[in-house]
Antibody
């Protein structure tokens, strides 16, 4: 059974830093790209970042570029999100999501999601 | 960035109804369009991927169609468990933008 368990969400002051973790199990972690998606309380979904299966390629939403860094440790089946220079606009539930990439047409979707971890940025 | 516009933003319907939610991309995304369902306090769950492919385990009353810039999610014969928020998402190119969501409520 695929499981994704996020951790690390806490309350932090503006300008602070935080590292989120996502522990994966039930599938060959090293074979799949992974994502972070966030959702401010009562709001919609916002894609945050993608990391390739080998960890060498990453992409970011403009809203977090230069402040957040996605990484992974395939030996530990773990995904991370280092978040720096946090602002109130970063307050959200943060989900890790497994990518499913298939077909010659480069189709992909997010087939498994964790339960989310809440980051609150407030003074 | 590609913008995704869903409509309506909210919808009231009754058990047994057929509902349609639309999603429009600001430029062509071919068939790179997915639909997710989210219930309160829960993570999203994929329903439809690549415009019209039903994810394993999802009831056949859910269907998707479209191509290019215009897409639809149709739910036939609404069931009580279908009342939730639905999101479209393009995965044609990063950033993988989601639509703003459609909240489906019981009439």
């Amino acid at each position: 059974e695929v499981q994704l368990v996020e951790s690390g969400g806490v309350a932090v002051q503006p300008g602070g830093s935080l590292r989120l973790s996502c522990a994966a199990s039930g599938f060959p972690f090293h074979d799949y790209d992974m994502h972070w998606v966030r959702q401010a309380p009562g709001k919609g979904l916002e894609w945050v970042s993608l990391i390739s299966r080998d960890g060498f390629i990453s992409y970011y939403a403009d809203s977090v570029k230069g402040r957040f860094t996605i990484s992974r440790d395939n030996s530990k089946s773990s995904l991370y999100l280092q978040m720096n220079s946090l602002t109130a606009e970063d307050t959200a539930f943060y989900y890790c999501a497994k990518d499913y990439y298939y077909g010659s047409g480069s189709l992909r979707y997010f087939d498994y999601w964790g339960q989310g971890t809440l980051v609150t940025v407030s003074s | 960035d590609i913008q995704m516009t869903q409509s309506p933003s909210s919808l009231s319907a009754s058990v047994g109804d057929r509902v349609t939610i639309t999603c429009r991309a600001s430029q062509s995304i071919s068939s790179h369009l997915n639909w997710y369902q989210q219930k309160p306090g829960k993570a999203p769950k994929v329903l439809i991927y690549a415009t019209s492919s039903l994810q394993r385990g999802v009831p056949s009353r859910f269907s998707g169609s479209g191509s290019g810039t215009d897409f639809t999610l149709t739910i036939n014969s609404l069931q009580p468990e279908d009342f939730a928020t639905y999101y479209c998402q393009q995965t044609y190119i990063t950033p993988y933008i989601f639509g703003q969501g459609t909240k489906l409520e019981i009439k």
